[in-house]
Structures are given as C-alpha cells and as structure tokens.
C-alpha cells in the first residue's frame, strides 16, 4: 500500500512558478513510476506528467513540454513538478499518482492549483 499526499498549490499570476511535491509512504517507493494527472472545472482528468521509477525516462502532455518539470528523490520518497510559464489553462487539481506505467495503482487527494489572468 501506498499513500500519496501532495503539496505546493496555490494562486500565481500567469506567467509565474510553482513547484508541487508528493510525499509517498512505504519502502517500496522507488520501484513505482510515478506521475501527475490534473482536472480542470467541468473537465475530464488528464495525464501531466510521469517519471519511471529510476528516474531514467520522462514524459509529458504536448500542452506542458518545455514549461513543467518531473522529477523524483527515492531517498527522500518525493516526486515533484517543477511549472513555470504557468497559464490560466493550467488551473486544475493536480494528482500525484504512482503505480507501473501506464497504469496507475495510487492517487493522491490533489492539490489545487490557480493561474490568474
């Protein structure tokens, strides 16, 4: 089992940072691929990010290329999402998920995150 609780949302102006992180219990942290999944308003949830569980290869949403960030400390059991050049299209709830790519076996509670024009 696994329990995921992320952190780092809030309110930002458009064009600014944020960095979201994902505590994760339990020892088996590092064999799990880890990712970020997000729902906007009235929107369906959707891939973000994910990181195999060396670390070793990334992936992201066209929408997100150049301007997020995944990264992970297995000593630490913490994935995180580095967002810059944030846009108001990018408010949603963000998930941090964990599990063998591509299925997902863990989700967090998310975290809220608001872009403002």
């Known amino acids: 089992q696994v329990q995921l609780v992320e952190s780092g949302g809030g309110l930002v102006q458009a064009g600014g940072s944020l960095r979201l992180s994902c505590a994760a219990s339990g020892r088996t942290f590092s064999s799990y691929d880890m990712g970020w999944f997000r729902q906007a308003p009235g929107k369906e949830r959707e891939f973000v990010a994910s990181?195999?569980?060396?670390?070793?290869?990334?992936y992201y949403r066209d929408s997100v290329k150049g301007r997020f960030t995944i990264s992970r400390n297995n000593a630490k059991n913490t994935v995180y999402l580095q967002m810059n050049s944030l846009k108001p299209e990018d408010t949603a709830v963000y998930y941090c998920?964990?599990?063998?790519?591509?299925?997902?076996?863990?989700w967090g509670k998310g975290t809220l995150v608001t872009v403002s024009s």
């Open positions: 998920t964990a599990g063998s790519l591509p299925a997902v076996d863990y």
């Open positions: 990181i195999t569980w060396s670390g070793g290869s990334t």
